[in-house]
T-cell receptor
Framework: AQSVSQHNHHVILSEAASLELGCNYSYGGTVNLFWYVQYPGQHLQLLLKYFSGDPLVKGIKGFEAEFIKSKFSFNLRKPSVQWSDTAEYFCAVNGNTDKLIFGTGTRLQVFP | DAGVTQSPTHLIKTRGQQVTLRCSPKSGHDTVSWYQQALGQGPQFIFQYYEEEERQRGNFPDRFSGHQFPNYSSELNVNALLLGDSALYLC?????????????FGPGTRLTVT
């Protein structure tokens, strides 16, 4: 069955700390991978995406993610978080259809 | 450039009632997808509309139905509401025929069933 697992449900960090959010997927065939972010009171926004090519992709606001095919993973990283990064982060996957399959999300709280 | 808009913002209904939610896609987009996001969960795909036809469907019962109009806007209808239908309903739009097109999400409609 197609699925996405996000193992960190709630992460609490201080500003300037490094961030890594885990994402593992189960999906047959070619995959496209996404990280979406939902800031408090705002709608889902695309943070970054991987379709093909360089497995290290860079997104907005200093975020990056690495696709490791052998591990079925697409972890999100940021070297130094800011208070404004407080949000809910969703990993998602699709294949040859537009249907997105989301993980359950990780709530990130950053304290000054 | 208007993004995806949804109405209403919030809605309270009683079990057994029917509800209609509306979505206007981002300018230039022709495909609309609907997702249900229960509290503490990620969005779950309900269905997608393109050229006024349902193109894909997720694992939702027939109580969930939809429609797409010639101007690409869309409605989601839910009949015989259950308490478990309480959720945030998200609409996403995209442009068909564009390889690996990005879906843009609206702010959602918060449905509470009592």
């Amino acid at each position: 069955a197609q699925s996405v697992s996000q193992h960190n449900h709630h992460v609490i960090l201080s500003e300037a700390a490094s961030l890594e959010l885990g994402c593992n997927y189960s999906y047959g065939g070619t995959v496209n991978l996404f990280w979406y972010v939902q800031y408090p009171g705002q709608h889902l926004q695309l943070l970054l995406k991987y379709f093909s090519g360089d497995p290290l992709v860079k997104g907005i606001k200093g975020f990056e993610a690495e696709f490791i095919k052998s591990k079925f993973s697409f972890n999100l990283r940021k070297p130094s978080v800011q208070w404004s990064d407080t949000a809910e982060y969703f990993c998602a996957v699709n294949g040859n259809t537009d249907k997105l399959i989301f993980g359950t999300g990780t709530r990130l709280q950053v304290f000054p | 450039d208007a993004g995806v808009t949804q109405s209403p913002t919030h809605l309270i209904k009683t079990r057994g009632q029917q509800v209609t939610l509306r979505c206007s896609p981002k300018s230039g987009h022709d495909t609309v997808s609907w997702y249900q996001q229960a509290l503490g969960q990620g969005p779950q795909f309900i269905f997608q509309y393109y050229e006024e036809e349902e193109r894909q469907r997720g694992n939702f019962p027939d109580r969930f139905s939809g429609h797409q109009f010639p101007n690409y806007s869309s409605e989601l209808n839910v009949n015989a509401l259950l308490l478990g239908d309480s959720a945030l309903y998200l609409c996403a739009s995209s442009l068909a025929g564009v390889h690996n097109n990005e879906q843009y999400f609206g702010p959602g409609t918060r449905l509470t069933v009592t």
